[in-house]
Structures are given as C-alpha cells and as structure tokens.
C-alpha cells in the first residue's frame, strides 16, 4: 500500500506564486521518478515537470523559467513551486511517482489532484 498525498493547491492572482506538495507514505522501499501533471476539462492530462531520484529534472515548454520541480527523499516528498502564475496555468494538478515496495513491486501511484486557479 502506497499513498500519494497532495496540498497547496488554491486561488492565486495572475503572477502570484504557490507551492504544491506531494508525501508518498506506505509500504516503500525506493523511490523513483517523481513528476507533476496537470489537466483542464476537454484536454489530456499534460506532464508539468518530472523529477528523478537523482534530481534530474524535466519541464514542459509552457512552465519554463516559471516552475520549478523539487524533492526531499528523506522526506518522500516532491515539490512544485509556481511562479509568476497565468491564467493557463489553470487546472488540476497531480503528482505521481514510481515506487518499488517492501516487497519489490515496483509500480506507478498518482495523487488525487489538487486545484489550482489563477484568476484576477
């Protein structure tokens, strides 16, 4: 059993700045690749940023220069700061990561997505 819980999302004026949190908890041995998504209605859930466990990270276009993408693995934990917020930025966002367990599973968890809004 693995856990992804998210927090931070919310209500953000244009260029204000949130950081959202993602704690894996449960039956973990390692973890892997950890990364950030985002979807509106009527589109694909898009990646955000991408993180591995070695701290190489990844961004999609639209978040460069903006976003940036953190872990703390002692902590289990990924982060993602938002800057300099826009409306597009508007969506659900959800963490996942590739967790191998106590029992060397390895398999892919998501979070249960948190809001985030920007709007004036």
Known sequence: QVQLVESGGGLVQPGGSLRLSCAASGSIFSIHAMGWYRQVPGKQRDLVAHITSGGRTTYADSVKGRF????????????????????????????????????AVTRTFWGQGTQVTVSS
């Open 68 to 103: 940036t993408i953190s872990r703390d693995n002692a902590k289990n934990t990924v982060y993602l700061q938002m800057n300099s917020l826009k409306p597009e930025d508007t969506a659900v966002y959800y963490c996942n990561a590739d967790v191998t367990d106590k029992y």
